[in-house]
């Protein structure tokens, strides 16, 4: 188990070669997650939907600046294939195409309402379940990764690969790509750590996003948060658990 002094995350390594990462960081704890979306996250996310829906229907989604600076940055780490999108690309495409959001559980469902609504990619962990600190870094291609269900198949990242880890193991590959299904979020989770992350040039508004994703978690899933921000000024942030 991890102390409070191994709490905190850090993008150092990230930000010599990609200057423009910004990360908010939420930390919540006493959550109560609706299995499903209650009257009020179902609103907020039909809102999100159909919003993505009336801007994006007649743009080119691989020319929007909060997609292409991940297809670039994709690239500088050897990553070609365009099966391996970014999470904002892949979920952009999917309200674009099916004019609605998968329905996972009331958390999971609200942080993708918010990573639709700001077009950046957010990723959610349970604190219980990961082993501190948290570090944005290479890859350095022993680390263990298993993918969101896929029923304990091991497909460990590949050497330089960007990937999120804890001190153990890695927890999303290709930056923000797939997540680790060792630590999703679930119904029964009560402690979580939510990653709001940015890469674009004008990247001015990932407070103002991770600060409506604590207030959303804290009027919807009863949650107690705080949120901090990891910039090339902080590469280094402590976390208050």
Not at 129 to 148: I, N, Q
Not at 181 to 198: C, E, G, K, W
Request: aromatic share 8%.
């Amino acid at each position: 188990m991890s102390t409070s002094s191994d709490a905190s995350l850090d993008i150092t390594e990230v930000i010599a070669k990609f200057p423009n990462f910004r990360v908010g960081i939420v930390i919540c704890k006493g959550l109560n997650i609706p299995s499903s979306r209650n009257e009020l996250i179902n609103q907020f996310v039909r809102v999100a939907e159909r919003e993505a829906v009336e801007s994006l229907v007649d743009l080119s989604i691989a020319e929007l600046p909060e997609v292409k600076c991940w297809r670039d940055a994709y690239k500088k780490f050897g990553v070609k294939k365009t099966s391996y999108r970014s999470s904002i690309e892949r979920l952009v495409k999917k309200v674009v195409r099916d004019r609605s959001l998968p329905c996972v559980n009331g958390m999971v469902d609200l942080y993708n309402a918010v990573s639709l609504r700001w077009l950046m990619p957010i990723g959610a962990d349970d604190l219980d379940k990961v082993c501190l600190p948290l570090t944005f870094r290479a890859a350095h291609g022993d680390e263990s990764f298993v993918p969101l269900g896929s029923i304990g198949i091991s497909s460990p990242p590949k050497k330089d690969e960007i990937i999120y880890a804890d001190s153990e193991k890695c927890l999303c590959r290709r930056w923000n790509w797939y997540q680790n299904d060792f630590s999703a979020i679930r119904p029964d989770t009560n402690r979580a750590v939510l990653t709001i992350q940015a890469l674009a040039p004008n990247n001015s508004h990932v407070q103002a996003a991770a600060n409506q994703l604590g207030a959303l978690l804290e009027e919807n899933c009863g949650a107690e948060s705080s949120v901090k921000l990891a910039d090339k000024t902080r590469p280094f942030v402590r976390l208050e658990l």
